[in-house]
Protein backbone atom coordinates (compact mmCIF):
# COMPACT_ATOMS: atom_id res chain seq x y z
CA UNK A 1 0.00 0.00 0.00
CA UNK A 2 1.34 3.36 -1.00
CA UNK A 3 -0.50 6.52 -0.25
CA UNK A 4 0.01 10.73 -1.33
CA UNK A 5 -0.99 13.43 0.32
CA UNK A 6 -2.17 16.98 -1.14
CA UNK A 7 -3.10 19.58 1.44
CA UNK A 8 -4.79 23.60 0.45
CA UNK A 9 -4.97 25.29 3.35
CA UNK A 10 -8.37 23.56 5.21
CA UNK A 11 -8.83 21.13 2.30
CA UNK A 12 -6.67 17.86 1.45
CA UNK A 13 -7.22 14.26 -0.02
CA UNK A 14 -5.33 11.13 0.16
CA UNK A 15 -4.29 8.06 -2.56
CA UNK A 16 -4.70 5.03 -0.91
CA UNK A 17 -3.57 1.35 -2.59
CA UNK A 18 -5.71 -0.81 -0.17
CA UNK A 19 -6.01 -5.06 0.09
CA UNK A 20 -9.45 -4.22 -1.36
CA UNK A 21 -9.08 -1.43 -3.98
CA UNK A 22 -7.83 2.11 -4.89
CA UNK A 23 -9.39 4.57 -2.14
CA UNK A 24 -9.87 8.45 -2.21
CA UNK A 25 -9.79 9.86 1.01
CA UNK A 26 -10.91 13.68 1.56
CA UNK A 27 -11.32 15.80 4.09
CA UNK A 28 -13.17 18.98 3.01
CA UNK A 29 -12.45 21.36 5.56
CA UNK A 30 -13.87 25.38 6.27
CA UNK A 31 -16.66 26.28 3.82
CA UNK A 32 -14.85 29.50 3.53
CA UNK A 33 -11.12 27.64 3.23
CA UNK A 34 -9.65 26.33 0.11
CA UNK A 35 -12.11 23.89 -1.71
CA UNK A 36 -10.52 20.68 -3.10
CA UNK A 37 -10.29 20.65 -6.77
CA UNK A 38 -12.19 17.61 -8.69
CA UNK A 39 -10.57 18.40 -11.57
CA UNK A 40 -6.65 18.45 -9.57
CA UNK A 41 -7.85 15.25 -8.33
CA UNK A 42 -9.27 13.32 -11.37
CA UNK A 43 -5.98 14.97 -13.17
CA UNK A 44 -3.76 13.27 -10.31
CA UNK A 45 -5.40 10.46 -10.83
CA UNK A 46 -5.56 9.63 -14.68
CA UNK A 47 -1.38 10.43 -14.83
CA UNK A 48 -1.13 7.48 -12.55
CA UNK A 49 -2.84 5.38 -14.95
CA UNK A 50 -5.32 3.38 -12.42
CA UNK A 51 -7.27 0.89 -14.22
CA UNK A 52 -11.32 0.88 -14.22
CA UNK A 53 -11.75 4.43 -12.63
CA UNK A 54 -14.98 6.12 -13.21
CA UNK A 55 -14.39 9.70 -13.42
CA UNK A 56 -17.77 10.53 -13.24
CA UNK A 57 -18.61 8.72 -10.08
CA UNK A 58 -15.43 10.28 -8.96
CA UNK A 59 -16.85 13.93 -9.27
CA UNK A 60 -20.09 13.14 -8.31
CA UNK A 61 -18.90 11.93 -5.25
CA UNK A 62 -16.37 14.86 -4.27
CA UNK A 63 -19.55 17.41 -4.78
CA UNK A 64 -21.64 15.22 -2.52
CA UNK A 65 -18.55 15.64 0.03
CA UNK A 66 -18.36 11.98 0.46
CA UNK A 67 -15.55 11.52 2.50
CA UNK A 68 -14.14 7.65 1.09
CA UNK A 69 -14.94 6.93 -2.59
CA UNK A 70 -14.20 3.83 -3.64
CA UNK A 71 -11.86 4.86 -7.31
CA UNK A 72 -10.85 1.05 -8.36
CA UNK A 73 -10.00 -2.16 -7.96
CA UNK A 74 -6.67 -3.18 -6.16
CA UNK A 75 -4.10 -3.27 -7.91
CA UNK A 76 -0.02 -2.14 -7.43
CA UNK A 77 0.99 1.53 -8.15
CA UNK A 78 2.81 2.56 -11.14
CA UNK A 79 5.78 4.31 -11.62
CA UNK A 80 5.13 8.14 -13.12
CA UNK A 81 7.19 10.70 -13.05
CA UNK A 82 6.64 13.79 -11.40
CA UNK A 83 4.18 16.46 -13.51
CA UNK A 84 1.96 19.88 -13.33
CA UNK A 85 -1.46 20.71 -13.06
CA UNK A 86 -2.57 24.00 -14.68
CA UNK A 87 -5.95 25.93 -14.58
CA UNK A 88 -6.67 28.63 -16.95
CA UNK A 89 -8.58 31.58 -15.40
CA UNK A 90 -11.89 32.42 -17.66
CA UNK A 91 -10.56 35.40 -18.67
CA UNK A 92 -7.52 33.99 -20.34
CA UNK A 93 -5.18 36.47 -18.08
CA UNK A 94 -3.51 34.09 -16.08
CA UNK A 95 -2.38 30.66 -15.24
CA UNK A 96 -2.00 28.90 -11.87
CA UNK A 97 0.32 25.65 -11.13
CA UNK A 98 -0.02 23.20 -8.93
CA UNK A 99 3.23 20.82 -9.27
CA UNK A 100 2.44 16.84 -9.07
CA UNK A 101 5.06 14.94 -7.04
CA UNK A 102 6.86 11.09 -8.90
CA UNK A 103 4.75 8.50 -8.14
CA UNK A 104 6.86 4.90 -6.94
CA UNK A 105 10.18 5.88 -7.83
CA UNK A 106 9.26 7.82 -10.90
CA UNK A 107 11.66 10.77 -11.56
CA UNK A 108 11.54 14.37 -10.95
CA UNK A 109 11.53 16.23 -14.48
CA UNK A 110 13.63 19.62 -15.14
CA UNK A 111 12.47 23.06 -15.14
CA UNK A 112 13.12 22.78 -19.20
CA UNK A 113 11.11 19.77 -18.88
CA UNK A 114 8.15 21.79 -17.60
CA UNK A 115 8.85 24.90 -19.64
CA UNK A 116 8.27 23.06 -22.53
CA UNK A 117 4.97 21.29 -20.82
CA UNK A 118 3.49 24.39 -19.76
CA UNK A 119 3.92 25.46 -23.85
CA UNK A 120 3.04 22.12 -25.40
CA UNK A 121 0.31 20.55 -23.43
CA UNK A 122 -1.50 23.60 -21.75
CA UNK A 123 -0.98 26.14 -24.62
CA UNK A 124 0.73 28.68 -22.12
CA UNK A 125 2.66 31.01 -24.67
CA UNK A 126 2.82 34.32 -22.86
CA UNK A 127 3.99 35.57 -19.26
CA UNK A 128 5.32 32.87 -17.79
CA UNK A 129 7.17 33.42 -14.55
CA UNK A 130 10.41 31.09 -14.61
CA UNK A 131 11.47 31.86 -11.61
CA UNK A 132 8.71 30.66 -9.90
CA UNK A 133 8.97 27.47 -11.96
CA UNK A 134 12.32 27.12 -10.79
CA UNK A 135 11.70 27.83 -7.13
CA UNK A 136 8.74 25.50 -7.12
CA UNK A 137 10.59 22.46 -8.66
CA UNK A 138 14.04 23.35 -6.65
CA UNK A 139 12.07 23.12 -2.88
CA UNK A 140 9.62 20.77 -4.32
CA UNK A 141 6.60 22.55 -3.44
CA UNK A 142 4.27 19.89 -3.80
CA UNK A 143 0.43 20.33 -4.18
CA UNK A 144 0.91 24.08 -3.76
CA UNK A 145 -0.86 26.19 -6.14
CA UNK A 146 0.98 29.01 -7.63
CA UNK A 147 0.88 31.84 -10.16
CA UNK A 148 2.65 30.79 -13.14
CA UNK A 149 1.56 32.79 -15.77
CA UNK A 150 0.17 36.23 -16.18
CA UNK A 151 -1.45 38.44 -19.41
CA UNK A 152 -0.47 41.76 -20.42
CA UNK A 153 -4.06 43.63 -20.25
CA UNK A 154 -4.49 45.89 -23.00
CA UNK A 155 -3.95 49.97 -22.32
CA UNK A 156 -6.62 52.04 -23.95
CA UNK A 157 -5.32 54.94 -25.99
CA UNK A 158 -5.67 58.17 -24.23
CA UNK A 159 -8.67 60.40 -25.16
CA UNK A 160 -7.45 63.43 -26.92
CA UNK A 161 -7.69 67.13 -25.93
CA UNK A 162 -7.61 70.36 -26.92
CA UNK A 163 -4.74 73.00 -25.20
CA UNK A 164 -5.71 76.47 -25.46
CA UNK A 165 -2.83 78.51 -25.27
CA UNK A 166 -5.03 81.76 -24.28
CA UNK A 167 -7.09 82.33 -21.22
CA UNK A 168 -10.14 80.78 -21.82
CA UNK A 169 -11.51 82.01 -17.95
CA UNK A 170 -11.26 85.53 -16.18
CA UNK A 171 -11.83 86.61 -13.07
CA UNK A 172 -12.68 90.54 -13.85
CA UNK A 173 -11.54 91.25 -10.58
CA UNK A 174 -8.60 93.97 -9.81
CA UNK A 175 -5.73 93.65 -8.48
CA UNK A 176 -5.46 95.16 -4.95
CA UNK A 177 -2.68 97.52 -4.05
CA UNK A 178 -1.49 97.44 -0.80
CA UNK A 179 -3.61 100.25 0.45
CA UNK A 180 -6.75 98.83 -1.07
CA UNK A 181 -7.04 100.59 -3.44
CA UNK A 182 -8.07 98.53 -7.11
CA UNK A 183 -6.07 98.43 -10.62
CA UNK A 184 -8.99 99.16 -13.05
CA UNK A 185 -6.45 100.49 -16.11
CA UNK A 186 -4.48 96.85 -16.00
CA UNK A 187 -7.33 93.95 -16.09
CA UNK A 188 -5.98 92.55 -19.09
CA UNK A 189 -9.31 91.01 -19.33
CA UNK A 190 -8.87 90.80 -23.64
CA UNK A 191 -6.42 88.82 -25.84
CA UNK A 192 -5.29 89.95 -29.37
CA UNK A 193 -3.95 87.65 -31.74
CA UNK A 194 -2.68 87.93 -35.35
CA UNK A 195 -3.93 85.84 -38.57
CA UNK A 196 -2.49 82.60 -39.00
CA UNK A 197 -1.39 82.29 -35.28
CA UNK A 198 -2.09 78.63 -33.69
CA UNK A 199 -4.51 79.58 -30.79
CA UNK A 200 -5.35 75.80 -29.87
CA UNK A 201 -3.16 72.74 -29.87
CA UNK A 202 -5.01 69.79 -30.33
CA UNK A 203 -3.50 66.66 -28.90
CA UNK A 204 -4.75 63.67 -31.23
CA UNK A 205 -6.36 60.57 -29.39
CA UNK A 206 -4.17 58.00 -28.50
CA UNK A 207 -4.66 54.16 -30.51
CA UNK A 208 -3.09 52.41 -27.20
CA UNK A 209 -1.22 49.38 -26.24
CA UNK A 210 -1.58 45.49 -27.64
CA UNK A 211 -2.30 43.25 -24.70
CA UNK A 212 -1.34 39.27 -24.44
CA UNK A 213 -3.04 36.95 -22.94
CA UNK A 214 -1.53 33.27 -21.14
CA UNK A 215 -2.38 31.29 -24.59
CA UNK A 216 -0.26 34.70 -26.98
CA UNK A 217 -3.62 35.80 -28.39
CA UNK A 218 -3.35 39.57 -29.42
CA UNK A 219 -5.79 41.74 -27.13
CA UNK A 220 -6.83 45.06 -28.89
CA UNK A 221 -7.17 48.61 -26.89
CA UNK A 222 -10.01 50.40 -27.25
CA UNK A 223 -8.53 53.73 -29.09
CA UNK A 224 -9.12 57.35 -27.44
CA UNK A 225 -12.07 59.44 -28.47
CA UNK A 226 -10.83 62.46 -30.41
CA UNK A 227 -11.12 65.62 -28.90
CA UNK A 228 -14.58 68.00 -29.47
CA UNK A 229 -13.81 70.62 -31.61
CA UNK A 230 -15.59 73.26 -30.20
CA UNK A 231 -17.97 75.89 -32.26
CA UNK A 232 -15.58 78.33 -34.26
CA UNK A 233 -15.79 81.78 -35.58
CA UNK A 234 -12.63 83.25 -37.88
CA UNK A 235 -10.91 80.11 -36.86
CA UNK A 236 -9.85 76.85 -38.49
CA UNK A 237 -8.59 73.74 -38.00
CA UNK A 238 -4.76 73.08 -39.02
CA UNK A 239 -4.56 70.82 -42.24
CA UNK A 240 -2.50 68.37 -40.28
CA UNK A 241 -5.28 68.28 -37.65
CA UNK A 242 -3.12 69.24 -34.87
CA UNK A 243 -4.09 72.44 -34.43
CA UNK A 244 -6.46 75.56 -34.10
CA UNK A 245 -5.24 78.69 -35.88
CA UNK A 246 -6.94 82.20 -36.53
CA UNK A 247 -7.92 82.87 -39.73
CA UNK A 248 -7.79 86.59 -38.97
CA UNK A 249 -6.58 89.16 -36.72
CA UNK A 250 -8.76 90.61 -33.79
CA UNK A 251 -9.59 89.92 -30.03
CA UNK A 252 -10.55 86.27 -29.04
CA UNK A 253 -12.71 84.89 -27.01
CA UNK A 254 -13.98 81.20 -25.63
CA UNK A 255 -17.24 81.38 -24.90
CA UNK A 256 -20.19 79.04 -24.09
CA UNK A 257 -17.64 76.19 -26.12
CA UNK A 258 -17.48 78.84 -28.63
CA UNK A 259 -13.61 79.95 -29.86
CA UNK A 260 -14.64 83.07 -31.70
CA UNK A 261 -12.21 85.98 -33.20
CA UNK A 262 -13.60 88.85 -33.45
CA UNK A 263 -13.12 92.10 -35.75
CA UNK A 264 -11.97 94.87 -33.15
CA UNK A 265 -12.92 98.42 -33.88
CA UNK A 266 -10.51 101.05 -32.69
CA UNK A 267 -11.35 104.75 -31.52
CA UNK A 268 -8.04 106.45 -31.06
CA UNK A 269 -9.52 109.26 -29.66
CA UNK A 270 -12.97 110.17 -28.10
CA UNK A 271 -16.12 109.08 -29.21
CA UNK A 272 -17.60 112.23 -29.53
CA UNK A 273 -19.71 114.25 -31.85
CA UNK A 274 -17.01 113.94 -34.57
CA UNK A 275 -17.16 109.93 -34.70
CA UNK A 276 -20.64 110.00 -33.43
CA UNK A 277 -23.32 106.53 -32.80
CA UNK A 278 -21.38 103.49 -33.52
CA UNK A 279 -22.90 100.20 -34.37
CA UNK A 280 -20.41 97.45 -34.83
CA UNK A 281 -20.65 93.75 -35.81
CA UNK A 282 -17.04 92.56 -33.38
CA UNK A 283 -15.78 94.59 -30.71
CA UNK A 284 -14.94 97.91 -29.92
CA UNK A 285 -12.37 99.93 -28.49
CA UNK A 286 -12.01 102.75 -27.23
CA UNK A 287 -8.53 104.52 -25.85
CA UNK A 288 -10.23 107.66 -24.83
CA UNK A 289 -13.43 108.77 -23.12
CA UNK A 290 -17.77 108.22 -24.57
CA UNK A 291 -19.34 111.76 -24.08
CA UNK A 292 -23.41 112.00 -23.40
CA UNK A 293 -25.74 111.62 -25.92
CA UNK A 294 -23.83 108.85 -27.72
CA UNK A 295 -24.24 105.24 -28.21
CA UNK A 296 -21.92 102.02 -28.71
CA UNK A 297 -23.99 99.02 -29.89
CA UNK A 298 -21.71 96.44 -30.98
CA UNK A 299 -22.27 92.18 -31.00
CA UNK A 300 -18.50 91.52 -28.89
CA UNK A 301 -17.64 93.55 -26.24
CA UNK A 302 -16.75 96.87 -25.35
CA UNK A 303 -13.50 98.42 -23.87
CA UNK A 304 -13.01 102.26 -23.02
CA UNK A 305 -9.77 103.02 -21.40
CA UNK A 306 -11.49 107.06 -20.73
CA UNK A 307 -14.40 108.02 -19.05
CA UNK A 308 -18.12 107.30 -19.59
CA UNK A 309 -20.95 110.19 -19.14
CA UNK A 310 -24.77 109.86 -20.16
CA UNK A 311 -23.87 107.61 -22.96
CA UNK A 312 -25.09 104.27 -23.89
CA UNK A 313 -23.22 101.47 -24.29
CA UNK A 314 -24.86 97.79 -25.66
CA UNK A 315 -22.49 95.21 -25.95
CA UNK A 316 -23.32 91.57 -26.87
CA UNK A 317 -20.74 90.08 -24.70
CA UNK A 318 -18.29 92.25 -22.00
CA UNK A 319 -18.08 96.41 -21.07
CA UNK A 320 -15.36 96.90 -19.14
CA UNK A 321 -14.65 100.64 -18.22
CA UNK A 322 -10.78 100.92 -17.03
CA UNK A 323 -12.14 104.34 -15.57
CA UNK A 324 -15.93 104.47 -14.75
CA UNK A 325 -18.84 105.99 -15.70
CA UNK A 326 -20.89 109.03 -14.76
CA UNK A 327 -24.39 108.55 -16.25
CA UNK A 328 -26.00 112.16 -14.77
CA UNK A 329 -29.27 109.70 -14.30
CA UNK A 330 -29.34 108.98 -18.57
CA UNK A 331 -26.61 106.74 -18.54
CA UNK A 332 -26.55 103.31 -19.63
CA UNK A 333 -24.83 99.89 -19.86
CA UNK A 334 -26.17 96.65 -21.14
CA UNK A 335 -24.05 93.72 -21.89
CA UNK A 336 -24.45 89.77 -22.73
CA UNK A 337 -21.41 88.71 -20.62
CA UNK A 338 -20.18 90.72 -17.35
CA UNK A 339 -19.89 94.59 -16.69
CA UNK A 340 -16.41 95.80 -14.87
CA UNK A 341 -15.96 99.56 -13.84
CA UNK A 342 -14.01 101.51 -11.76
CA UNK A 343 -16.67 103.26 -10.71
CA UNK A 344 -20.76 103.55 -11.53
CA UNK A 345 -22.63 106.92 -10.85
CA UNK A 346 -26.52 107.76 -11.63
CA UNK A 347 -27.05 105.73 -14.45
CA UNK A 348 -28.92 102.21 -15.32
CA UNK A 349 -26.45 98.87 -16.49
CA UNK A 350 -27.42 95.37 -16.08
CA UNK A 351 -25.28 92.57 -17.37
CA UNK A 352 -26.37 88.94 -17.82
CA UNK A 353 -23.10 87.49 -15.65
CA UNK A 354 -21.54 89.78 -12.80
CA UNK A 355 -20.81 93.36 -12.47
CA UNK A 356 -17.58 94.08 -10.47
CA UNK A 357 -16.85 97.90 -9.35
CA UNK A 358 -15.39 99.73 -6.69
CA UNK A 359 -18.25 101.45 -5.83
CA UNK A 360 -21.89 102.22 -7.12
CA UNK A 361 -23.73 105.29 -6.45
CA UNK A 362 -27.69 106.14 -7.15
CA UNK A 363 -27.69 103.43 -9.29
CA UNK A 364 -30.29 100.82 -11.12
CA UNK A 365 -27.86 97.90 -11.24
CA UNK A 366 -29.07 94.41 -12.36
CA UNK A 367 -27.00 91.14 -12.30
CA UNK A 368 -27.68 87.51 -13.58
CA UNK A 369 -24.73 86.31 -11.63
CA UNK A 370 -23.21 88.26 -9.04
CA UNK A 371 -22.56 92.45 -7.89
CA UNK A 372 -19.04 92.07 -6.25
CA UNK A 373 -17.56 95.57 -5.06
CA UNK A 374 -13.75 95.16 -5.56
CA UNK A 375 -11.27 98.13 -4.27
CA UNK A 376 -10.34 100.47 -1.73
CA UNK A 377 -14.24 101.86 -1.01
CA UNK A 378 -16.08 98.69 -1.91
CA UNK A 379 -19.63 100.41 -1.63
CA UNK A 380 -22.96 100.62 -2.89
CA UNK A 381 -24.47 104.11 -1.82
CA UNK A 382 -28.35 104.99 -2.58
CA UNK A 383 -30.46 103.28 -5.83
CA UNK A 384 -31.84 99.84 -6.43
CA UNK A 385 -29.48 96.64 -6.96
CA UNK A 386 -30.28 93.32 -8.12
CA UNK A 387 -28.26 90.36 -8.52
CA UNK A 388 -29.25 86.22 -8.56
CA UNK A 389 -26.37 85.06 -6.90
CA UNK A 390 -24.45 87.21 -4.27
CA UNK A 391 -23.93 90.81 -3.83
CA UNK A 392 -20.55 91.31 -1.73
CA UNK A 393 -19.10 95.03 -0.63
CA UNK A 394 -17.52 96.75 2.04
CA UNK A 395 -20.84 99.06 2.58
CA UNK A 396 -24.24 98.97 1.70
CA UNK A 397 -26.29 102.02 2.45
CA UNK A 398 -24.72 105.51 3.62
CA UNK A 399 -24.27 107.23 7.26
CA UNK A 400 -26.73 109.72 6.14
CA UNK A 401 -28.82 106.95 5.82
CA UNK A 402 -29.84 107.14 2.32
CA UNK A 403 -32.63 104.63 0.53
CA UNK A 404 -31.03 101.98 -1.08
CA UNK A 405 -32.74 98.57 -2.07
CA UNK A 406 -31.13 95.39 -2.80
CA UNK A 407 -32.75 92.20 -4.12
CA UNK A 408 -31.17 89.08 -4.11
CA UNK A 409 -32.53 85.37 -5.45
CA UNK A 410 -35.37 85.31 -7.58
CA UNK A 411 -34.47 87.61 -10.56
CA UNK A 412 -36.29 91.02 -10.99
CA UNK A 413 -37.74 89.70 -14.55
CA UNK A 414 -39.58 87.16 -12.03
CA UNK A 415 -40.47 89.77 -9.47
CA UNK A 416 -41.62 92.42 -11.60
CA UNK A 417 -43.93 90.00 -13.67
CA UNK A 418 -45.39 88.00 -10.42
CA UNK A 419 -46.37 91.66 -9.48
CA UNK A 420 -48.41 91.95 -12.54
CA UNK A 421 -49.61 88.93 -12.02
CA UNK A 422 -51.47 90.26 -8.62
CA UNK A 423 -52.26 93.11 -10.00
CA UNK A 424 -54.06 91.40 -13.15
CA UNK A 425 -55.85 88.32 -11.03
CA UNK A 426 -57.24 91.22 -9.14
CA UNK A 427 -58.54 93.03 -12.02
CA UNK A 428 -60.08 89.76 -13.33
CA UNK A 429 -61.56 88.73 -10.22
CA UNK A 430 -63.50 92.33 -10.35
CA UNK A 431 -64.60 91.84 -13.64
CA UNK A 432 -65.78 88.35 -13.32
CA UNK A 433 -67.97 89.86 -10.46
CA UNK A 434 -69.73 91.97 -12.54
CA UNK A 435 -69.91 90.01 -15.53
CA UNK A 436 -71.34 87.20 -13.46
CA UNK A 437 -74.27 89.84 -12.16
CA UNK A 438 -74.67 90.88 -15.18
CA UNK A 439 -75.45 87.25 -16.51
CA UNK A 440 -77.71 86.62 -13.50
CA UNK A 441 -80.19 89.79 -14.55
CA UNK A 442 -80.54 88.89 -17.75
CA UNK A 443 -81.08 84.86 -16.81
CA UNK A 444 -83.97 86.34 -14.31
CA UNK A 445 -86.36 87.58 -17.42
CA UNK A 446 -87.14 87.23 -20.73
CA UNK A 447 -85.77 88.36 -22.57
CA UNK A 448 -86.07 89.56 -26.25
CA UNK A 449 -83.93 88.11 -29.20
CA UNK A 450 -81.88 91.14 -29.11
CA UNK A 451 -81.67 90.84 -25.28
CA UNK A 452 -80.50 87.05 -25.95
CA UNK A 453 -77.76 88.10 -27.99
CA UNK A 454 -76.02 90.28 -25.40
CA UNK A 455 -76.93 87.76 -22.64
CA UNK A 456 -74.57 85.07 -24.68
CA UNK A 457 -72.34 87.21 -25.39
CA UNK A 458 -71.49 87.96 -21.55
CA UNK A 459 -71.79 84.25 -20.60
CA UNK A 460 -68.74 83.75 -23.71
CA UNK A 461 -66.67 86.62 -22.33
CA UNK A 462 -67.23 85.08 -18.55
CA UNK A 463 -65.43 81.39 -20.00
CA UNK A 464 -62.66 83.91 -21.78
CA UNK A 465 -62.43 86.19 -17.98
CA UNK A 466 -62.58 82.35 -15.67
CA UNK A 467 -59.68 80.95 -18.23
CA UNK A 468 -57.54 83.94 -17.80
CA UNK A 469 -58.69 84.23 -13.97
CA UNK A 470 -57.15 80.41 -13.79
CA UNK A 471 -53.98 80.69 -16.25
CA UNK A 472 -52.85 83.99 -13.27
CA UNK A 473 -53.68 81.81 -10.56
CA UNK A 474 -51.79 79.31 -11.68
CA UNK A 475 -48.40 81.39 -12.34
CA UNK A 476 -48.62 82.93 -9.17
CA UNK A 477 -48.55 79.60 -7.17
CA UNK A 478 -45.77 78.71 -9.71
CA UNK A 479 -43.89 81.70 -8.81
CA UNK A 480 -45.21 81.40 -4.71
CA UNK A 481 -43.42 77.92 -5.14
CA UNK A 482 -39.96 79.34 -6.37
CA UNK A 483 -40.23 82.42 -4.10
CA UNK A 484 -40.57 80.57 -1.16
CA UNK A 485 -37.69 78.23 -1.81
CA UNK A 486 -34.33 79.50 -0.87
CA UNK A 487 -32.15 80.51 -3.53
CA UNK A 488 -28.79 80.81 -1.52
CA UNK A 489 -28.79 83.99 -2.43
CA UNK A 490 -26.90 86.62 0.05
CA UNK A 491 -25.79 89.88 0.95
CA UNK A 492 -22.52 90.17 2.20
CA UNK A 493 -21.21 92.99 4.24
CA UNK A 494 -17.36 92.99 5.16
CA UNK A 495 -17.53 96.50 6.97
CA UNK A 496 -21.50 97.44 7.59
CA UNK A 497 -25.05 97.87 5.83
CA UNK A 498 -26.51 101.27 7.37
CA UNK A 499 -29.97 101.93 8.38
CA UNK A 500 -32.35 102.41 5.69
CA UNK A 501 -31.54 99.63 3.73
CA UNK A 502 -34.42 97.69 2.03
CA UNK A 503 -33.97 94.16 1.68
CA UNK A 504 -35.36 91.88 -0.74
CA UNK A 505 -34.28 88.00 -0.64
CA UNK A 506 -36.69 85.55 -2.10
CA UNK A 507 -39.98 85.73 -0.40
CA UNK A 508 -38.79 87.78 2.33
CA UNK A 509 -38.69 91.40 3.00
CA UNK A 510 -36.69 93.87 5.48
CA UNK A 511 -35.61 97.20 5.98
CA UNK A 512 -32.57 97.84 7.87
CA UNK A 513 -33.50 100.12 11.16
CA UNK A 514 -29.92 100.61 12.92
CA UNK A 515 -25.98 99.38 11.66
CA UNK A 516 -25.55 96.11 11.17
CA UNK A 517 -21.69 95.34 11.10
CA UNK A 518 -19.62 92.41 9.40
CA UNK A 519 -22.42 90.79 8.44
CA UNK A 520 -24.18 88.08 5.87
CA UNK A 521 -27.72 88.16 5.06
CA UNK A 522 -29.73 85.65 3.62
CA UNK A 523 -33.09 83.87 3.29
CA UNK A 524 -34.33 81.11 6.19
CA UNK A 525 -37.90 80.21 6.57
CA UNK A 526 -39.94 83.17 5.69
CA UNK A 527 -37.44 85.56 6.51
CA UNK A 528 -34.34 87.40 6.09
CA UNK A 529 -31.69 87.23 9.02
CA UNK A 530 -28.50 87.87 9.51
CA UNK A 531 -25.05 85.83 10.35
CA UNK A 532 -21.60 86.84 11.07
CA UNK A 533 -20.03 87.70 7.84
CA UNK A 534 -19.07 84.35 5.76
CA UNK A 535 -16.53 86.16 3.08
Known sequence: MSENIITNNDASYKIEYQEDGVVLLTEYGDTEGVKIDSNLIVYDLKRRNILGMNEAEIKAGIKRRKEIIKIADAQEENTEDSDIFVTIAKDKMSANMTYLPPCNGGIEKSTDDFLTVLKDKWGIAYGIDESTLVRTIRYKEYYKPVLIAQGREPVNGEDGKLVFLFNTEHSYAPKL??????????????????????????????????????????????????????????????????????????????????????????????????????????????????????????????????????????????IVLKNGMQGMGKGVLSAGGNIVARFIEHCEISAKGNITSDYIVHSKAIAGGSILMKGKWGKIVGGHVCAEKEITANEVGSVSNEHTTVELGISPEERSKYSELLVSRDQLREQLEKVNMAVKIYAAKQVSAERQEMRDKLVAAKSQLENQYAQAVKEIEQLDKIMSTSSGARLNATKAVYPNVKLLIDSAMTTTRKIVEHATFKYSKGEVVFTSCEV
Open 177 to 318: SEDGSADYKNLNVFESVSEGSEVVTIILPGEGEEGTNVLGDTLEPKPGAAAKIPTLKNVKISEDGKALLATKSGRIDYIRNSIEVNDVYQVKGDVDMSVGNLKFDGDVMVNGNVISGLTINATGAIEVKGYVEAATLIAGKD
